[in-house]
C-alpha cells in the first residue's frame, strides 16, 4: 500500500530536549516536505527536498532542520524545542512533474507538544 | 514567499445547501491544487488545474481556475454530513514549492 509514514504520532517533551520525527515514504517520490498546521494559520512549510542531499527552506524553518541521505526517508529535527513548536506536523511526498509538485501524499501527522 | 487568500474562513450550512470557497492570489499560478481535511485526519488531494479557465467537476464538487491564473473557487452543490471538513487551496508558482491557504472549514447542519 502506497503511503507515508510519520512518527511518533504524539509525543509530549520538555523545551530543549533533542527530539527527531521520522518520515519515510514507499512511492519512490523524489519531492519530500515538511507543514506545521496551527489553528488559524493552515499549512505552513518548514522544509523541502527535491532529491536525495537537497533541501532547501520553506516559510518557516527557524528552529528545525532536515536531512535527506536516502529517498524513501526525510527526517525532522528539533534540536532544541521550544513551547512555540507546539504544533501538529505533517510529512508529505509527491512526484515532480514540469517544474510544478505533483499531488501531495501527506502522512497521518505528529501531534507535538513541547512543555 | 507567496500569499493565497483563502475566504470564508468558516462557513455554516444546511444539508441540501450549496457551499463555495474561494482562494486568491496576487500573482499569477502555474497551478492550483484543493484538498479536504476530514476532522482529526490530514489533508487528502482533490484535484489539480493547470489551464486558463479550466473547470473541472467530481460528482457534486465543481473546480473553477479563473482566466488570468490567479483565483479559483471550489463550488459543492447540495452538501450532505459527509462534506465536513477543511478545504484548502495550494497555489503553484513555477516552482516546487506549494503554498497553501488558510483554509475553509465547512460545517454541515443535518
Known amino acids: 500500500e502506497a503511503q507515508v509514514t510519520q512518527n511518533p504520532r504524539y509525543l509530549i517533551t520538555v523545551t530543549g530536549k533533542k527530539l527527531t520525527v521520522t518520515c519515510s515514504q514507499n512511492m519512490n517520490h523524489e519531492y519530500m516536505s515538511w507543514y506545521r498546521q496551527d489553528p488559524g494559520l493552515g499549512l505552513r512549510q518548514i522544509y523541502y527536498?527535491?532529491?536525495?542531499?537537497?533541501?532547501d527552506k520553506g516559510d518557516v524553518p527557524e528552529g528545525y532542520k532536515v536531512s535527506r541521505k536516502e529517498k524513501r526517508n526525510f527526517p525532522l529535527i528539533l534540536e532544541s524545542p521550544s513551547p512555540n513548536q507546539t504544533s501538529l506536523y505533517f510529512c508529505?511526498?509527491?512526484?515532480?512533474?514540469?517544474?510544478?509538485?505533483?499531488?501531495?501524499?501527506f502522512g497521518e501527522g505528529s501531534r507535538l507538544t513541547v512543555l | 514567499g507567496q500569499q493565497v487568500m483563502q475566504i470564508p474562513q468558516y462557513q455554516h450550512v444546511q444539508e441540501g445547501e450549496d457551499f463555495t470557497t474561494y482562494c486568491n492570489s496576487s500573482?499569477?499560478?502555474?497551478?492550483i491544487q484543493w484538498y479536504k481535511q476530514r476532522p482529526g485526519g490530514h489533508p487528502v488531494f482533490l484535484i489539480q488545474l493547470v489551464k486558463s479557465g479550466e473547470v473541472k467537476k467530481q460528482k457534486r464538487l465543481t473546480f473553477q481556475f479563473g482566466e488570468a491564473k490567479k483565483n479559483s473557487s471550489l463550488h459543492i452543490t447540495a452538501t450532505q454530513t459527509t462534506d465536513v471538513g477543511t478545504y484548502f487551496c495550494?497555489?503553484?508558482?513555477?516552482?516546487?514549492?506549494?503554498?497553501f491557504g488558510k483554509g475553509t472549514k465547512l460545517s454541515v447542519i443535518p
Open positions: 508529505a511526498s509527491s512526484l515532480q512533474a514540469s517544474g510544478n509538485t505533483g499531488e501531495l501524499f
Open positions: 500573482t499569477t499560478l502555474s497551478n
Open positions: 495550494a497555489a503553484g508558482a513555477g516552482s516546487y514549492q506549494l503554498t
Open positions: 527536498s527535491m532529491n536525495v542531499e537537497v533541501t
